[in-house]
Nanobody, 124 residues
Framework: QAQLVESGGGLVEAGGSLNLSCTASGWTVSTYAMGWFRQAPGKEREFVATISGSGDNTYIQDSVKGRFTISRDNAKNTVNLQMNSLKPEDTAVYYC?????????????????WGQGTQVTVSS
């Protein structure tokens, strides 16, 4: 069964860092674009970052650009989201998603598989 499992969330103080990981099990995602989205309470799910299947192309949402980095290790079937200089407004459930295309997208409805999410809480 194809699954995506996120890990690495938690509670951190403002200015701190977290590294989220998304590991695919039951299938290989090495040729597929991957994305990270987040959803805060009472808000819609929003795009955070995406990376192409080859890993050559990435796109980061403006509000986290310069603080967040997306990367992938296809040998480990894993995608990471390194989050630095965290702010309270980054608090949300973070979701990993796979798109059955080599090209990334900022639109959540263009992704085909989703993880269960991991909570990130940034205290002020």
């Amino acid at each position: 069964q194809a699954q995506l499992v996120e890990s690495g969330g938690g509670l951190v103080e403002a200015g701190g860092s977290l590294n989220l990981s998304c590991t695919a099990s039951g299938w290989t995602v090495s040729t597929y674009a991957m994305g990270w989205f987040r959803q805060a309470p009472g808000k819609e799910r929003e795009f955070v970052a995406t990376i192409s299947g080859s890993g050559d192309n990435t796109y980061i949402q403006d509000s986290v650009k310069g603080r967040f980095t997306i990367s992938r290790d296809n040998a480990k079937n894993t995608v990471n989201l390194q989050m630095n200089s965290l702010k309270p407004e980054d608090t949300a459930v973070y979701y990993c998603a796979a798109r059955l295309s080599g090209y990334g997208s900022t639109r959540f409805n263009e992704y085909n598989y989703w993880g269960q999410g991991t909570q990130v809480t940034v205290s002020s």
